[in-house]
């Protein structure tokens, strides 16, 4: 560093040696010219005024006042002579420093009797510089002579000389300015970032890795992002292999990423794995003049990014960002993620008019009320279910774009906004492994036969190979829908449908979340030695009146929800339950207070917007009820919340309440659960959740029965912390044990298997037909 300050310092010297050489140069030229100017233009006007009386001196041939004009030119005007000429350029008299006279060029003379003009020229001898001024002078035959006014000149040189000695003091005054400052500027903004820089690179290497500094590296920002993503990358495969070691120490074999990574490239093959959905798993969003690309929140981008890196995968999905359009090569492609790109987002483009008879209308108007026991009326219209068809035909043809050089791809399709898109994908690709995953219930066959259009979606859905939904119910429900609108073969016991030759298998797999960092308490607490050098500490969590405070609320419990604004939530009932519960056990008042996270959605549908006045005025209602000056029964959020929020919400929760009136699975069950690694905490459950199924030691309610949701709620703030712990831990186990990567790789390799045991039975078939034949002809002959 010390060789580099130097090296730095005189490369500065130079330039400003040099670059101040060249600027006083041209600056000593440029005044050179200026005063050159001026004394010429001096000078004339000298000769303008001498000249009538040296033409009429001439004329008499009385040039003895010659003497006297020059001193008086000398005087006034600082001349150094005067001379005479006849128009053959010989002296007739002059005045002034004989060696300067002698000198005068005779060039000027002959030009300026010849063409009758003011000649100047300048010249030098010794140390003699002079310019010369020729004027013709004028008789009535001609030009009779000239007169040449000699100025003095030499001051010019000394000004000059005088601007390059102060250039050589500006010079060296700044080359010693410049070197000390450039020492401090190096010490301070370069030397020392860099020693913490290297410090914290010895860290990284050590695993002892700290929060950076981000003064520190402010000059090398782009050095500074590649280091953090390093710094993220160590810590997360130190992580993984600390949480692998203990699952090894504890004889357990639960999933994680990497081991799912792993699985996929050693099981799957070279076959490259397509995703569709509507949400894109990353997003370019305007920032001022910025443009941030952001993970919209998606338990979906956590299960299957690890898949799609292994494989060098691509996902197919709507360019929802307003900035999505900058960010995409000419084929509408990038590679994700920013930081370390792995694998292709296509995106696929909407207008605004498609968008809302797409998806607000024919998905979210149509078949999600439709297969939500919601008492919320579907609604169809025709246009939407064009624009829906027109949707699925797109986003077919981008993925069959992506696909053309891959052979046997794997495609896994996401939900209900894609239910034609399976047998469009399978009829131009045969050799296609199609799965998809229908997030959302499968209704009775009843409730979706009111679907005028059931017989094409159901269709659509058969073109898969694998049909996955949350829990054996709904598969079940699928099937009798199958076979009570289509022409197909079905069997309950196999779970399969058969229909114009294609087989397919409709399977149970329900949906979880990634845990992996819930396994890890400790390691997740400090990612390296505190400074003082001593162990690990866990991080505290955050305690309710640290996150009530900021409400202006004291309370000695939190009851909590996190829902989308849907109506399929129960959030109106859930309400109401609370308003129960302070009724009939008054002595909650000023204790227990309600935090309701609701994230506004599909804002622009009409029952969503009526669904939201109906949740204000309830909050509004209960706490001008109950409400006093430092506590109110609760407290509704009404935007879309972080990730460590929520976590910090969960963590300090006495209770959460998920009340789906219908849901899928409905994953917040399972967060809360995952994020409580203090083993404590209570969650009352729905009933008619895919969660139920899985966690049994919630405290199950029907969200319908108001009475019945107040009490489960008392009985889980007055629940002996014993069992809230023996039932939180067996709870805890079961996400653990069934996470987002176990549903992950559990389809995908039933996709894989699926294929191998179709391909098997297509081969024994293939042998057995000839055999047949030779049976049966053999047997022909026998008869005949």
């Not at 050159?36 to 005024?49: A, C, F, P, V």
């Not at 035959?141 to 006014?149: D, E, N, Q, R």
């Not at 000059?160 to 060296?172: E, I, N, Q, T």
């Not at 219209?381 to 986003?395: G, K, L, P, S």
Request: aromatic fraction near 8%.
């Amino acid at each position: 560093m010390h060789r580099f300050r130097i090296r730095l310092i005189l490369a500065l010297i130079a330039s400003v040696t040099v670059v101040s050489i060249a600027t006083t140069y041209f600056d000593v030229l440029a005044h050179r010219h200026v005063l050159r100017q001026e004394l010429d233009r001096q000078t004339q006007w000298m000769g303008i005024s001498m000249l009538p009386k040296i033409q009429q001196a001439a004329r008499t041939g009385d040039l003895s006042t010659l003497a006297s004009q020059v001193m008086l030119l000398k005087n006034s005007a600082g001349a150094l002579g005067l001379a005479v000429y006849d128009a053959q350029g010989h002296l007739l008299a002059n005045s002034g420093p004989a060696v300067v006279m002698r000198s005068l060029s005779r060039y000027p003379l002959r030009k300026a009797v010849q063409k009758n003009i003011e000649v100047s020229q300048f010249g030098s001898t010794g140390h003699w510089e002079w310019l010369q001024a020729v004027f013709p002078l004028d008789s009535p035959g001609g030009v009779s002579g000239s007169m040449a006014i000699v100025a003095d000149a030499g001051y010019i040189r000394s000004q000059a000389d005088a601007v390059w000695r102060r250039s050589f003091w500006l010079v060296a005054i700044s080359v010693i300015l410049i070197a000390v400052i450039t020492a401090v500027m190096v010490s301070f903004f370069l030397t020392r970032p860099m020693s913490r820089f290297a410090e914290r690179l010895r860290r990284l290497r050590t695993g002892r890795v700290q929060p950076a500094d981000s003064s520190d590296l402010s000059l090398f920002s782009p050095l500074e992002r590649e280091v953090e993503t390093i710094a993220q990358s160590l810590k997360a495969a130190r992580a993984a292999a600390a949480t692998e070691a203990q699952l090894r120490e504890a004889g357990e074999h639960w999933w994680t990423a990497e081991r799912l990574a792993v699985h996929m490239r050693n099981k799957g093959g070279c076959a490259r794995i397509f995703v569709v959905s509507n949400r894109e798993p990353y997003m370019h969003v305007r920032n001022g003049r910025d443009i941030d690309c952001v993970v919209p929140p998606s338990g979906l981008v956590t299960a299957l990014e690890p898949v799609l890196r292994a494989c060098n995968g691509v996902w197919v999905a709507f360019g929802s960002g307003d900035a999505d359009t900058l960010c995409v090569d000419e084929f509408d492609r990038l590679r994700v993620p920013p930081d370390d790109p792995r694998y292709t987002l296509r995106r696929v483009w909407l207008s605004e008019e498609e968008e809302a008879q797409y998806y607000d209308g024919f998905a979210n108007e149509g078949l999600w009320p439709l297969c939500h026991i919601a008492h919320t009326r579907p609604i169809f219209r025709t246009t939407d279910w064009q624009c829906y068809q027109r949707i699925n035909e797109r986003f077919a043809r981008a993925l069959l774009a992506e696909m053309k050089d891959s052979r046997d791809p794997v495609v896994f399709v996401q939900d209900y906004h894609f239910a034609l898109l399976p047998r469009m994908i399978k009829r131009a690709r045969p050799d296609a492994r199609v799965a998809i995953f229908w997030h959302i219930p499968w209704p009775n066959p009843e409730a979706f036969g009111i679907c005028p259009w059931q017989n094409e979606l159901l269709d659509g859905l058969l073109g898969a190979d694998l049909i996955g939904f949350h829990i054996p119910l709904h598969c079940h429900n699928f099937l009798s829908t199958v076979d009570r609108a289509l022409e197909a073969r079905t069997s309950h016991e196999h779970l399969t449908t058969r229909r114009h030759g294609h087989l397919t298998t409709v399977r149970a797999y329900p949906i979880s979340v990634a845990v992996e960092d819930s396994i890890r308490p400790q390691i997740e607490a400090h990612d390296g030695e505190p400074l003082g050098g001593t162990a690990h500490q866990p991080v505290p969590q955050t305690t309710s009146a640290q996150l009530l405070v900021v409400y202006g609320v004291r309370a000695e419990y939190i009851a909590l929800g996190v829902d989308r604004l849907d109506y399929t939530k129960g959030i109106v009932e859930r309400l109401m339950a609370l308003e129960q519960l302070l009724e009939d056990w008054p002595w909650y008042r000023e204790r227990l207070t309600m935090v309701q996270i609701a994230a506004p959605s599909r804002t622009r549908i009409p029952a969503y917007a009526e669904l939201r006045m109906r949740v204000e005025d309830a909050a509004e209602r209960i706490n001008a009820r109950y409400q006093t000056a430092h506590w109110k029964p609760v407290i509704l959020i009404e935007y879309q919340c972080s990730h460590d929020e929520v976590r910090r919400w969960y963590e300090a929760a006495d209770i959460c309440l998920v009340t789906s009136l219908h849901d899928g699975m409905n994953l917040v069950a399972k967060e809360f659960v995952a994020a409580r690694n203090d083993e404590d905490g209570v969650l009352v459950l729905s009933r008619f959740t895919g969660a139920a199924t899985e966690l049994p030691d919630a405290l199950l309610v029907n969200p319908y029965d108001i009475s019945a949701v107040a009490e489960a709620v008392h009985r889980g703030l007055q629940m002996r912390p014993a069992e809230r712990r023996d039932r939180m831990r067996r709870m805890r186990r079961q996400v653990m044990e069934h996470n987002i990567y176990l549903w992950a790789s559990s389809i995908l390799g039933d996709l894989r298997e699926l294929r191998l045991e179709n391909e098997e039975v297509a081969t024994t078939a293939a042998r057995a037909v000839p055999a047949a034949i030779a049976v049966t002809e053999s047997l022909r002959r026998k008869t005949a």
